[in-house]
């Protein structure tokens, strides 16, 4: 019942909020032109809808998760949340468009799969090269199950890396 009573406040912070000032939250990995993978703890869909919420969107995280493109360090992939029943055409599709393999993400502690804060299943597609992250993300939620990816594109407006000597390093979008 707590849980629920947790759901429910945070779809009631963003209702009653619609617009927010700024959003913080941290990354599995940020590229050069500040496109980020999230989603390694399962909650990317409902951290897209409070960045998206927000006027300024920051990330804060460890230099580990700084790469010049996406894949150098998160190994794990590109998180997709499912609609269940679609995980199977899903993965299938994205493996035959996108190259690489979208695998189902597993429970570690109980059996069977993953299931996110919505209810759905997560498949975490190990992609083979760069790519363009902004037609990818758009056409991967084109494919009919697909409720949302964790490439988070366009939306960062300054990323924080704490470095490893403590100090920290500041990173905008490029000027195009």
Request: glycine content about 10%; overall charge negative.
């Amino acid at each position: 019942m707590a849980e629920e009573a947790k759901k429910l406040a945070g779809y009631a912070a963003v209702d009653n909020h619609v617009q927010l000032d700024v959003a913080i939250d941290g990354a599995d990995e940020v590229d050069a032109a500040l496109t980020l993978i999230k989603g390694g703890g399962g909650c990317l869909t409902q951290e897209k809808i409070v960045a998206g919420c927000a006027k300024h969107f920051i990330v804060i995280a460890d230099f580990r998760k700084d790469s010049s493109v996406l894949g150098q360090q998160w190994k794990k992939g590109v998180p997709i949340e499912v609609i269940p029943m679609a995980y199977v055409p899903v993965s299938r599709t994205i493996a035959k468009r996108f190259g690489g393999e979208a695998v189902l993400r597993m429970a570690v502690s109980k059996a069977g799969p993953v299931v996110t804060d919505n209810s759905n299943f997560i498949l975490d597609w190990k992609f083979e090269h760069a790519q363009n992250w902004k037609e990818v993300n758009t056409a991967i939620k084109m494919i009919p199950g697909v409720v949302e990816t964790g490439l988070f594109v366009g939306m960062a407006e300054r990323v924080y890396f704490g470095m490893e000597d403590g100090s920290v390093r500041v990173r905008d979008p490029p000027v195009i």
